[in-house]
């Protein structure tokens, strides 16, 4: 079974640090992605990446940035957190060429910023 | 701009009845469409999913539709389940990438 485990499943963090959450998988997929999701607005992309030392920005990057040094780890930093940075942190990976794309989920890290 | 749209953020249903999910695109571009089903507290987990050039999908209690022209699909869980309660993104995606975008998730209640 493909495996995507997050660092922390909660994390609370104060106006202006640094924070970040780690993601790895263990089925040696070339794409991994990181989504934010909030009531009502779903899941929403904030950042992927093809392989290693690649990213492509998602639809929210702003306040955010990533890291892929290696192929099984995906990290995303916030430089200086903020309020509105309090959100589940889905993280997920998947393998080149799957037909549907079907991505594999880790169990979310919730952060609170107060 | 949400090109993926779920207009129903809840629904409730007595259990061994049908449970309809809706879901609306507005990108002619997406060529895979999926379901996702997540639980309290863990990540979503892969449902079922229906290619363009198909307008029906079914895997056991769940059957998924997909009118193109409309741009729509549906979710039909039949019976419906206490076990069922969760809620449930509709996911799309182009052919050539898998740049996948979400709606805002339907919550199904499924009452015993």
């Known amino acids: 079974d493909v495996k995507v485990t997050q660092s922390s499943r909660y994390l609370v963090k104060r106006t202006g640090e640094k924070v970040f959450l780690e993601c790895v998988q263990d089925m040696d997929h070339e794409n991994m992605f990181w989504y934010r999701q909030d009531p009502g607005l779903g899941l929403r992309l904030i950042y992927f990446?093809?392989?290693?030392?690649?990213?492509e920005k998602g639809d929210i990057p702003e306040g955010y940035s990533v890291s892929r040094e290696k192929k099984e780890r995906f990290s995303l930093i916030l430089e200086s957190a903020s309020t509105n940075q309090t959100s589940m942190y889905l993280c997920?990976?998947?393998?080149?060429?799957?037909?549907?794309?079907?991505?594999?989920f880790g169990e979310g890290s919730r952060l609170t910023v107060l | 701009d949400q090109q993926v749209k779920q207009n129903s953020p809840s629904l409730s249903v007595q259990e061994g009845r049908i449970s309809i999910l809706n879901c609306d695109y507005t990108n002619s571009m997406f060529d895979y469409f999926l379901w996702y089903k997540k639980y309290p507290a863990e990540g979503p987990t892969f449902l079922i999913s229906i290619s363009s050039i198909k307008d029906k999908n079914e895997d056991g209690r769940f059957t998924v539709f997909l009118n193109k022209s409309a741009k729509h699909l549906s979710l039909h869980i039949v019976p419906s389940q206490p076990g069922d309660s969760a809620v449930y993104f509709c996911?799309?995606?182009?052919?050539?990438?898998?740049?996948?975008?979400f709606g805002a998730g339907t919550r199904l209640t499924v009452k015993p």
């Open positions: 997920a990976s998947s393998p080149p060429g799957h037909r549907t794309g079907e991505l594999f």
């Open positions: 996911a799309a995606r182009p052919n050539n990438n898998n740049d996948m975008r």
């Open positions: 990446s093809y392989d290693v030392k690649m990213k």
